[in-house]
């Protein structure tokens, strides 16, 4: 179990590190300077990439030669897919898909 010092201090450096990273790049690239062509590449692909690998990560385990067949997975990644392709809203998109697919393994599967 950690001391009360030591939670402080954990927190401050966690604080710390976090301030560090969303400040830096304010630092490194100020406005009105060209970023590299490398900077503005990833902020084009790594976005769409990471959202791969989460999917690949969330599925990874999804059981589809026995009951219930990865049912409920693919109805909520419809669901999430459609609800994003028509309001272009990640918030409302994650969060339906995600509703439906704890009711569809709680109440359903």
Request: aromatic share 12%; with cysteine.
């Amino acid at each position: 179990m950690l001391s009360g010092t030591e939670l402080v201090l954990t927190f401050l450096a966690l604080g710390a590190g976090t301030l560090l990273t969303r400040a830096v790049p304010f630092v490194v690239f100020p406005e009105g300077k060209k970023r590299p062509p490398i900077v503005d590449y990833l902020g084009k692909v790594l976005p769409p990439a990471m959202i791969g690998f989460l999917i690949v990560y969330c599925l990874k385990e999804t059981e589809v030669t026995a009951w219930p067949y990865g049912i409920p997975e693919l109805l909520s990644i419809a669901v999430t897919a459609g609800l994003h392709i028509w309001r272009g809203n990640f918030l409302i998109s994650i969060a339906a898909g995600t509703l439906l697919y704890m009711f569809l393994i709680q109440n359903i599967f």
